[in-house]
Each structure stands twice: as C-alpha cells, then as structure tokens.
C-alpha cells in the first residue's frame, strides 16, 4: 500500500472502502515500526488504542457517517496533553506525566474519530528549532538522516514526511510548525493566535503559543483546521469570531491578488539559493495574475531580539510550576523545599530550557523590566502596526520560511545566538498574531526542501491556505528519501 | 516615651468573596471541604490549563469598590506575580498590580477614643482582585508538610489603604466598618475565623514635630480584629524603644505570634522577594461599558448607613437602631421579623434584649439558630397582645433557643395561653374585697399604695385567665365605685 497519501486521498480510499481503517492504521504502525527507529520521531506509540480507536471509527464509516477526519491516523506534538496518554514535552521533567485531561483539539479530533497514532517529539518544551534539544527523541530528517528535521515540531513535520502518519498537529510559538514543516518538505499551517484553543497545550510562550496542522497539503491543513478551529469555553484567548470554511478558498484565483515582496526578508543572511526559489515562486504567483507590491518592515532587525525578551519572559513564568511537588520529575535529594525545587529542576530541565528561564527571568527582574520587557513589548506594538499598513496594500506577504535549509545535526547547536538568528523570517507572524502558512517551493542542490510562507491578516486563514494550494497545483513535490 | 511620636497606620486587608465558584475555574469557592476535594487541573496549575475569570467575581470586586465609595477602573489588567512556594502550583499568583479594578476612594469612620466620639476619613488607594493560595498542612509527628489545594484559585480582594490610621483604634474601627460595608454589599461574609478576612499592617512613628513618615515595618497576615489592634499596640511599643534609644527602625516584613502578642521580623528589605509581575497572557484585560457599572451599582443592596436611617425613620432610638444595623445577620433577622409582625419596637426590644444577651452567652449560634424568624416575631406577638405574659415569654423563647419549636405550641402545651375571663375576674375581685376589708377601707380613705397589694392578691388568683392590665382596670374601676 502506498502511504504517501493526503488526509483527502486517505478519506476517499476509507470511504470508498478501498481499504479499512484498521488496515491503514496497521500500515502505518508497521511502517513506525520499520523506520522510526532511524529517523526517531515517536516518543510514544499508542499501538493498541489507535487499532481501536480505527475500529470504532470504521463503525461510523460503514455507518455512511464519516467527518472528514474519521479513521484518519495522526501524530500529535508531545506538548499537546492527550487524557491517559504521556505527555512528556520531550523534558526529564515531564518524563512520567500522563495527563488526567485532553486537550481541546484532542476532543474536537476524538469527536471525529480521528486515530491517534502516537505522540511525537519536539525541542524541550518548544524551545528550539531543531529537535535536538528533546530529552528523548533526536529527530532526523527524513530527506537526509544527517540533518536535522527543524524544530520545534520536528517530530510531528518529520513524521508526516516520512509517511508515519496521516497528518500531524504541532504548536507554533516563533516558527515552530513552519520552518520543520519546510525543512521536511512538507506543509504547515500556524493559525491566527486565537482561532484554536490553546487548552491542554502544556504553555512555552502565552501570548505567541498556538496549535496547528503540519501535513501534505494546504489543503489538508484546511481540513483539519475545520476540525479543530473555534471558540472554547476554556480558553480565555480563544475567539469568538465564527468559524469559516478554511478549504473554501483552494485552488484560488490569484488575479488581481495583492502580494507583498518585504525586501528586508530577503536581505543578508539568507541563503542565495532560498532566496532564488521563493523568488521564483513569487514569479509563478505573477504568472498566475497576482500583483507584487514592494514593501518594507523597518523593524524586523529588532524582532528577534524583542521575541526572544517575550518569549522568554513568559516561558520563566510558564516553567515556574515544574517544582517537583506535584507532578513531574521529583529528586531524590534530601533537605529543605528550596533544595528539593533547585534540584528537581536542575536535574529535569535541559541547557535551552534553563538558558531561557534565566533570559526571562533577567528580563522581568525589577531594574530591568523597562529596558528589556518593556522595550520589547513597545516593539511588539510598532511590528503589528508595521503589517497592518502593509496589508491596508496587500492581501499576502511572501517571505521564505528560512533562511536556510536543513542543517546538519549539531551544526548551530552550540551557537544559541545563531540559532535564534535563524528565527527572523518567522516570528514577526507570532509578534503579530497573524496566521501564515509554510508549503515547499524547491529544492536545493544537495535536494534538500526550500519552503516559502504566505502570511495573511488576522483570522485570513481559508485565503492563505487558498492561495498555497494554487501554488501546490502547479509544483512537483519530491518524497524523501527515507 | 510613646506619647513623643505619632503613630502612622496603612492597611492591606485581604477580603475573601463569597462567589460560589472560584474565581479562574469553576471548582465550589467554599470554606472547608476534605482536602483536595475542591480542585480541578485549573487550579492545581497542571500542564496546559488555562485560566478563565469569572464574571461574578469581578462583578462582586465592583460592587465593594461601590460599597466603600471608591472609583471603578473600566479598564484592569491581571499581572502575574511569581514567586515559589508549595502551597502555589503554578509559581505564581495572578493579580492585579498597574490596572486593578477599583481605584481611590474613602471610607469613613465612627469611633470612640477617651470616651470622645469621634469621626474620620480613611483614603483607599486601590482595591485589586486576585487569587487566594492553598494551605499547607503540617504534620510534625511525620516531619512532612502536605498541601491542601482546596483554596487556591478562591477570589480575594485586596483593599489598600492610605497610612491615614493614627491609632489601633482607628485601624479596628476601619476593618470592621469595612468588613461591614462587604457584608451588606452582599460580596462577602468576612469571617474572620474562616480567614475569609485578614491584614497585611503597616506601621511606623514620627516625631511630633516631624514633616515625613519614619521607616515602617510590615507585620503579614494579622487574622483577627484584636491581633489587629494589638500588633500595632505592640509595634508602637516596639518602636518608639529603638528610637528612644536613638535608634533606627529596619524596613523589614514581621509576623505577629497572637500567642505572646509579639512581632517578630521574617525577613528585611534586602530579601524582599522579586516579584517580577508582568501582565498575564492568558487573560483579556477586563472592561466595563458605562451601563455595565450602572447595572452593578444598581444591584447594590441596603448598606449600613441607609438602614440606620430607616431604622430611625421607624421611630427605633439610635442606641439601638446601631445594634442593629452594626451586625448585619441580626439586622437581615429582624427584617424578617418584620415581614411578619410589623411592630420594630417591640421586635428591637426583644431582639436587642433577650436575644443578643443568648447569643452573647453563647447559647445561640447565631448563623444557624434553632428558631425563624416568624416564630421570633410571632411570639413578640403573642407577648405584645397579651396572649402571653412577658415573663412567660422569655421562658418560652428559652425552649426555642435550646430545641426550637413552635411557640404558640409550647406556650399551650405549658398552659401559659391567657383567656380574659371577666366575669370570673369580677367574682376574684368581690372575693378579695370580702377577704381584705382593711385594705379596701384603707384605699377609701385615700391611701393608693395599698392599689399594688390588692391588685397583687387578684392577679394570683387570676393567673391564666386574664392580663395584669385587664386586672387593673377592673380593679380601678370597682374601686372608684366603692
């Protein structure tokens, strides 16, 4: 059986019943079975409850009943809690903790009967764009098993990929579904901040954290935006904008669409060849009838710099409740509470975790707070202010999604200053709240993925993933080699 | 000498809200409960849960903004502020530091001092919403500390005051009318052996001639009004010593050990914890349309000094008509009385006699007494109609306090129900007259006195068959006849 099939291709053989859910889902369990052990995706595979969970969902298949997710088998980011499943953030910390609790998403999936295959890995708590920082699994690239498969939703971008899964969710806070999802060559789908609930994502940065698709097509991650877009009860930040149909838009019109070229994306430090490829994806847009309009973002030299202060100030406070008391890792070391805290977090968090909850905690320190914080929150305002004037011009901003391809396995690791560098082309999104989507626009030299994002206005979901899969319609797409 | 210095008072009273549900979930906010029973994963901070405000409790924090004459903030912003300790799962308490829902405001004050009456104004600086923390449970025999989550995530209001207190006196006459003040605002009970009412107090001394506060130190956490009172009493004492001996008093925090009625420092201003508050991502920032503050103002209940004045109004003598009004369980009762037996005077009699004296000795709990309102009243009733001595009714008001009942039944069942009977009165007082010739003639020849001695003969022929009154005007009658 061929497993490089889309979430829509997957729906159609399940309803045509061109083969079960069981035996899709066994397909992918064996093809788990097989190759993860090299590309090392999984943390946890939940074997048995997905082999029921595809029984159940064949119930109401055969019933004529299916949602568009039903029998579907996906792979969730292991910092989205799943009841009575590990949930461990790839963190020591977390190593034993088995949520008592779903996520929202994770009902608005089961609602559908979607099949969880298993849970994947990912930087430490989010933090990182490599999935090297995970405590468990070092995920690889499915494309070239010597680099690395971006992060922090490597895992789930890996997985899809390398066809272990349907479809994926992973949880975007700086970047962290878009740039895996163009290192592996796949598509990835950040969404307005708000439009889905972040209840039971285990909180990296509050106010930039949101959950999102990471599959083969826009218009997958179209679909599954359906499922799990919109407002919840228990999410003070959800909104309670309706819901629109995000596949109503596919295979959009470009004529007269409006798109921005920001040059200061394009500038120093980005590779000549990701450059070229996104370049010439914005040709095929023009070919297709799109306008470009130039534009600039003056202050996206700072972005990095004030993402880092938000994101750091907020994950130090986020981080603080890992004190060994309640759940999580506990030490074995004797003495009083401030000893037993010190030293379960010391021994449970990794370097980049530790190194950010320092950062942050800097950054909220009485003293420092206007120069650091507070700077960076002045900056935060003038960034949407930046790309609200560019889209009273435009309806779509293209950027790449990277400034490089997939790098080698420990190639920036030890560098955090170039690490974070790395990040300019995709948190001014998250800054900005705005929703962007990353699809794959070439190929490398060495055929490693290019990918490109289109950024849209808030709660502009169903027109980026329209317009993504105009471009999709006319690009071949390579698998990868694993 | 404490007589050269001038003590100068600021309070921090914490004020527990009596919503039914917490104020970020929806776990029961009541007192007590076996431990841990009233939390969910909100309140436990457990991975990835949000927190959602509740409507009531800000409503409630409004309505006391409203009862102590403060201004209303249409625009409060939650903060964070972190900091670790056990009985905090999440590391952090969220409050309200820049933006809090209530701004300035006074309170004023009637109190007694060397037998001088005497009146005040009390500024408020702000009033901020917040949640309360957990409990933690000691147990020496083991050497273990356990925490007992039930009260996190209670709502608590924090009411800050201007250093405008110049006495103990001042201070206990402020957080009782507060207390007062919230108990007739319907936002909270103040019990303060609940905890549901307790202070952070400020205290420090200047010389009589001086222009600026001297140091001050801050005692946490005073629960009851005469800790209140006698910690201040204890650091005016302590402090005026140090600066008689020309000393400096340290900036420092202290707790008060109620049972040696002494401060003692916990730790000084060089430890003093960094807060590093920053506002909460995950709560929208709260605003109030005009019409918003105007529905919560109108949903203000009768507050203390209306009720006095129609209490006055009624004709009840001020001494009294403050008894009242001044414990606001009794108040709500006699109301109730009132609904029934629409006589305040006899009601405030009765109430402020036999029952407060009960309730003084501690033979009634007065939250929960064994007789209604309407039994109370009815019986008043009885008494005032004569259907009962007032003696007798004492002695039935007895058997409802300690078994409660009926007490028409009981007055029945004890045969204390007077039937006017007047023609046997007529033959009891033709029988004394024919047994008391002396006395009768005495009358005759103008010597009064004797009235009491005849009219004591009848009544005890008479008991149960007519009222003293009816006795005595029969008797005056038959004798100006003779």
């Known amino acids: 059986m061929s497993m490089d099939l889309t979430v829509k291709q997957l729906r159609d053989g399940l309803d045509s019943r061109e083969f079960s859910a069981r035996e899709i889902t066994q397909s992918y369990l064996d093809r788990i079975e097989k190759i993860d052990g090299q590309l090392e995706s999984y943390i946890t595979v939940t074997g048995e409850k997905a082999l029921a969970a595809a029984d159940k969902a064949q119930q109401r298949i055969d019933a004529g009943e299916s949602a568009p997710l039903t029998g579907i088998p996906m792979a969730i980011k292991d910092n989205i809690c799943t009841e009575g499943v590990l949930t461990t953030c790839a963190s020591r910390m977390l190593e034993n903790f088995v949520p008592p609790y779903n996520a929202t998403v994770m009902d608005r999936l089961e609602a559908q009967d979607t099949v969880l295959l298993g849970k994947v890995s990912m930087d430490e708590f989010a933090m990182g764009g490599s999935t090297q920082t995970s405590a468990f699994k070092k995920t690889k690239n499915p494309f070239d098993l010597t680099r690395v498969p971006g992060g922090s939703s490597g895992g789930s971008a890996a997985a899809v990929s390398a066809d272990l899964c349907g479809a994926a969710l992973g949880s975007d806070t700086g970047g962290s579904i878009r740039q895996p999802a163009s290192f592996c060559g796949v598509t990835g789908l950040k969404p307005t901040y708000g439009r889905v609930s972040r209840y039971g994502l285990v909180a990296f940065a509050s106010s930039f954290d949101q959950i999102g698709p990471i599959a083969r097509s826009a218009e997958d991650c179209g679909i599954i935006l359906n499922a799990i877009a919109g407002y919840d009860y228990h999410d003070g930040t959800a909104s309670k904008l309706p819901v629109e149909d995000y596949t109503a838009k596919l295979g959009m019109d470009m004529k007269g669409k409006k798109i921005a070229y920001v040059s200061e994306f394009f500038g120093e430090g980005v590779d000549d060849e990701v450059r070229n490829s996104v370049l010439a994806a914005i040709d095929s847009y023009k070919a297709m009838g799109a306008q470009v309009v130039e534009c600039s973002m003056p202050s996206l030299k700072y972005a990095i710099a004030a993402y880092y202060l938000i994101a750091s100030a907020e994950a130090s406070s986020n981080l603080a409740r890992y004190d060994g008391i309640k759940y999580g890792h506990r030490s074995e070391v004797e003495g009083s509470y401030n000893d037993l805290v010190i030293a379960s977090r010391s021994e449970g968090f990794g370097d980049e975790v530790k190194r950010r909850i320092l950062l942050g905690n800097y950054a909220l320190s009485s003293g420092y707070y206007d120069a650091y914080y507070g700077k960076a929150m002045g900056l935060r305002q003038r960034i949407r202010e930046e790309y609200a004037g560019i889209f009273e011009k435009c309806d779509l901003i293209i950027t790449p999604t990277a400034p490089s391809v997939a790098y080698g396995i420990n190639e920036n690791i030890h560098d955090p200053r170039k690490m974070y560098q790395a990040d300019f082309c995709t948190v001014t999104v998250n800054i900005a709240s705005l929703p962007a989507i990353s699809t794959t626009c070439g190929y490398n030299a060495d055929g490693m993925p290019i990918g490109m994002s289109i950024v849209g206005n808030m709660w502009k979901e169903a027109d980026i993933i329209g317009a993504a899969d105009a471009f999709e319609k006319t690009f071949v797409r390579r698998s990868a080699a694993l | ?482």
């Open chain 2, 1 to 482: 000498m404490i007589s050269d210095y001038i003590p100068v008072i600021g309070l921090e009273i914490h004020c527990e809200l009596s919503t039914n549900s917490k104020v970020f979930c929806t776990c029961s906010a009541e007192f007590g409960g076996d431990r841990n029973t009233r939390c969910c994963p909100v309140c436990c901070g457990m991975p990835g849960t949000l927190p959602i405000i509740n409507q009531t409790a800000v409503e409630y924090a409004v309505r006391a903004g409203y009862a102590l004459n403060c201004g209303i903030n249409k625009f409060s912003v939650f903060d964070r502020k972190n900091y670790f300790y056990p009985d905090l799962p999440k590391a952090y308490q969220i409050s309200e530091l820049n933006f809090p829902i209530v701004l300035a405001g006074e309170v004023p004050i009637e109190y007694e001092e060397n037998g001088e009456k005497k009146k005040k104004s009390i500024r408020i600086n702000h009033i901020h919403l917040e949640e309360d923390a957990g409990k933690l449970v000691h147990d020496d025999l083991n050497g273990v500390s356990l925490c007992d989550y039930n009260r996190c995530g209670v709502p608590l209001i924090e009411i800050v005051t201007e250093p405008d207190m110049r006495s103990p006196e001042e201070a206990r006459k402020l957080v009782e009318t507060i207390a007062l003040q919230l108990q007739y605002a319907g936002v909270s009970d103040c019990k303060m052996e609940e905890g549901s009412i307790r202070a952070d107090v400020n205290v420090s001394l200047m010389r009589k001639d001086a222009t600026e506060f001297g140091t001050r130190a801050e005692i946490k956490n005073v629960n009851s009004l005469k800790s209140i009172y006698r910690t201040i009493e204890y650091e005016i004492k302590r402090q005026a010593q140090i600066l008689d001996r020309g000393g400096e008093v340290v900036q420092e925090t202290r707790r008060f050990d109620a049972n040696k009625g002494e401060t003692k420092a916990m730790r000084s201003k060089e430890d003093a914890h960094d807060y590093k508050y920053f506002p909460d991502p995950d709560i929208l920032q709260v605003n109030f349309t005009d019409e918003d503050l105007e529905r919560i103002k109108a949903s203000l209940p009768e507050m203390p000094a209306q009720r006095r004045e129609r209490y006055l109004s009624m004709g009840i003598p001020e001494k009294e008509a403050m008894v009242i009004v001044n414990d606001k369980v009794i108040s709500d009762f006699f109301e109730d009385c009132m609904k029934v037996y629409n006589n305040p005077k006899s009601l405030v009699n009765f109430i402020n006699g036999e029952i407060m004296r009960r309730i003084n000795l501690g033979e009634i709990d007065k939250d929960a007494p064994k007789y209604t309102a309407a039994q109370v009243a009815h019986l008043v009733e009885m008494s005032e109609t004569d259907k009962v001595s007032k003696n007798d009714a004492k002695t039935i008001f007895r058997e409802m306090a300690e078994k409660g009942g009926d007490p028409e039944e009981i007055a029945k069942r004890e045969g204390m129900i007077i039937v006017v009977d007047t023609t046997r009165v007529h033959e009891v007082i033709d029988a004394v007259f024919a047994a008391n010739p002396g006395p009768v003639e005495q009358y005759k020849n103008g010597d009064k006195k004797v009235f009491g001695f005849i009219m004591g003969l009848c009544n005890k022929e008479l008991r149960g068959s007519a009222t003293p009154k009816v006795v005595k005007e029969e008797l005056e009658k038959r004798l100006a006849a003779l």
